[in-house]
């Protein structure tokens, strides 16, 4: 069975562009949550979907948006990209939206803003 | 502000060893925890978990203590083995997924 899988592993961005990142969750599970992990800094929150909906949103600015798609993929989008927004985003999946549901992680989307 | 803080960057021990990994948390409103641990070019792993009502929570070679008036957490693996050796986070929800992770210990097992 697949894991948590995300596009593009790597990407290289200027400042002030867009960019969209993709993640297919584990067949079955329906909430998918996204994390941002600066260098040397544990991964923050950034969104969760369940069923298609937002179910949480971290600390982030409106520039950061996120949907999640009937067959529960999910992007995430992050306009004029700021050097700071330069991390490793991860997404992960479970089968429910509860504390007690185990997340699972893809490796990662690595965003490089120059 | 820090609300899940990992003091230790990092921990050297030898195989065979006992490895223990400190957690300290500041919000009384997390009620489950968890331990993940991160090799280098892959996504976080889940380790084990412990909910707030538990104070220890066992899983073959690691054990997880909570002791919720000290606010603290521990990981204790035994013995510790080189595959051991990665990331570990320390991370505590509130009772939905919003995980808040901790800055990680680097865990180094030698042979």
């Known amino acids: 069975d697949a894991g948590v899988t995300q596009s593009p592993t790597h990407l290289i961005k200027t400042r002030g562009q867009h960019v969209t990142l993709r993640c297919s969750p584990i067949s079955g599970h329906k909430s998918v949550s996204w994390y941002q992990q600066v260098l040397g800094q544990g991964p923050q929150f950034i969104f969760q979907y369940y069923e298609k909906e937002e179910r949480g949103r971290g600390n982030f600015p409106d520039r950061f948006s996120a949907r999640q798609f009937p067959n529960y993929s999910s992007e995430l989008n992050v306009n004029a990209l700021l050097l700071g927004d330069s991390a490793l985003y991860l997404c992960?999946?479970?089968?429910?939206?509860?504390?007690?549901?185990?997340?699972?992680f893809g490796a990662g989307s690595r965003l490089t803003v120059l | 502000d820090q609300q899940v803080k990992q003091n230790s960057p990092s921990l050297s021990v030898q195989e065979g060893r006992i490895s223990i990994l400190n957690c300290d948390y500041t919000n009384s409103m997390f009620d489950y925890f968890l331990w993940y641990k991160k090799y280098p070019a892959e996504g976080p792993t889940f380790l084990i978990s412990?909910?707030?009502?538990?104070d220890k929570n066992e899983d073959g070679r690691f054990t997880v203590f909570l002791n919720k008036s000290a606010k603290h957490l521990s990981l204790h693996i035994v013995p510790s083995q080189p595959g051991d050796s990665a990331v570990y986070f320390c991370a505590a929800s509130p009772g939905f997924q919003k995980l808040v992770f901790g800055t990680g210990t680097r865990l180094l097992v030698s042979p």
């Open positions: 412990i909910s707030s009502i538990k």
């Open positions: 992960a999946s479970s089968l429910g939206h509860s504390g007690a549901n185990v997340l699972t």
